[in-house]
């Protein structure tokens, strides 16, 4: 007859503890009243209770250990097939849900817009030269008397060989005549020098005008300074050129594009997968207000780029693709979550349209299912040899390895409590 194993303690063994720990008692109040003779009874009343809690925490720990404690550990290898499907999808932007049937998943179009201004340097050379400049008051001694009136354009040329024009039409008054003294007529005017250069920054001179030599206002029309001539100058700069502005183009649209489709991936969330020929760029504007051939050592220009893409969920296309496994697994099989790989790639991207069309290639691994609680009620109170044996007889062939395991080291059977017999499914 098997023996019994009970959770709770019978109450005969309850009754065999306490008459023992009772005649233990029994002992030790009469060796301690023949060495203690003539104690009074308070003396051993201090000893015997922590003796008797010392021996009720080693009753009640030794009842513990002996029918709680038991358990058992099994370790079950289910053999495992590997099932692979190859499938083409669409990725639709006008659909809400995966569909197993018409073989689509939801899509979604993100769009950003990037706009940079950035200054560029100009790579042109040019001369740049300053023309002086001044006044000068011009006298009219022609006798007899008569006003004269010189174009727009009129050359003046200083005692030291300088050539300075006027840029307006001049009116030289008629000299003022008493008896033979002459009072000449006189008007003052802004000149510049015919060429830059600081060399034209000349002090105060006397001036003629080229223009009348060959008749007798030659010598009646002279002019003068008293201050010198100012602005002269003369140097080599820097020019904007067309080659400029259109490097200048390239480079930041360049790298616009580049911000806006960063931008556009940093507003889509790690669960969503965008394909890199399902991204697509639009230069929206690009200029500059410096035209070609502008004297200047910088400029700048600015670029909008607006950047736009197709994205789908990665959960709805692993979703897809197990749901298709799972139609196609045998009865009684289960799938392995962990084994499941999925491989993706596009054929065709219609990103205006909302469309993508993706070949899958996925895989699973699945195995024949195996109901543990009915597994664990037929192991209760069986040795290794009889679990081993239960095994075999309902799984054959299915699995490829066990591990028995009870514990403590002294139990050589199965618990007969059920939530002590844990099984493990492993896949490695």
């Not at 790298?255 to 929206?284: E, F, G, R």
């Not at 993706?344 to 996925?362: R, W």
């Amino acid at each position: 007859m098997p023996k019994k194993i009970y959770d709770i303690k019978p109450p005969k063994v309850v009754r065999k503890i306490e008459n023992s720990v009772k005649e233990f008692l029994g002992d030790v109040r009469q060796q301690t009243g023949k060495k203690h003779h003539g104690r009074n009874k308070k003396e051993s009343s201090s000893i015997l209770w922590p003796v008797l809690g010392i021996l009720m925490i080693i009753v009640v720990s030794g009842a513990y250990l002996f029918f709680k404690l038991p358990k058992a550990d099994i370790a079950i290898w289910p053999k495992v097939d590997i099932l692979s499907f190859k499938q083409t999808i669409t990725a639709d932007k006008s659909v809400d849900s995966v569909d197993l049937a018409k073989a689509v998943i939801p899509a979604q179009y993100f769009q950003a817009t990037k706009t940079s201004l950035q200054d560029f340097s100009a790579t042109g050379n040019a001369s740049n030269e300053g023309q002086a400049s001044g006044d000068i008051t011009i006298y009219n001694k022609y006798d007899p008397p008569a006003s004269l009136t010189l174009i727009s354009g009129t050359r003046f040329l200083s005692d030291s060989g300088k050539l300075f024009i006027t840029s307006q039409k001049v009116v030289i008054p008629a000299a003022k005549k008493s008896g033979s003294k002459i009072t000449p007529g006189s008007v003052q005017i802004k000149v510049q020098a015919i060429e830059g250069g600081d060399s034209y920054n000349i002090a105060p001179s006397n001036f003629s005008v080229p223009g009348l030599k060959g008749n007798a206002w030659y010598y009646s029309i002279n002019a003068t300074s008293v201050s010198a001539m100012t602005g002269g100058y003369s140097g080599k700069v820097k020019k904007v050129t067309s080659d400029d502005i259109q490097g200048a183009k390239d480079v930041l649209t360049k790298k616009t594009t580049s911000d806006a489709i960063s931008d556009l991936k940093n507003q889509i969330s790690s669960d969503y997968i965008l394909l890199d020929n399902a991204v697509l760029s639009n230069i929206v504007n690009t200029s500059t207000q410096t035209k070609s051939g502008a004297v200047a050592e910088n400029f700048n220009y600015q670029a909008t780029v607006m950047a736009g893409g197709l994205a789908f969920k990665k959960s709805d296309l692993d979703q897809f693709a197990k749901n298709y496994i799972i139609s196609q697994i045998p009865e009684g099989k289960n799938l392995i979550e962990d084994s499941f790989k999925i491989d993706y790639s596009a054929i065709k991207v219609d990103i205006s349209g909302g469309e993508a069309t993706l070949n899958l290639d996925f895989s699973s691994g699945v195995y024949q299912g195996i109901d543990k609680n009915s597994l664990s009620i037929s192991m209760l109170g069986k040795n290794t040899s009889q679990i081993n044996e239960i095994i075999n007889n309902r799984l054959e062939d299915q699995v490829s390895k066990t591990k028995i395991k009870l514990w403590p080291f002294w139990v050589v059977s199965a618990p007969n409590n059920q939530k002590a017999i844990n099984i493990e499914l492993k896949f490695e």
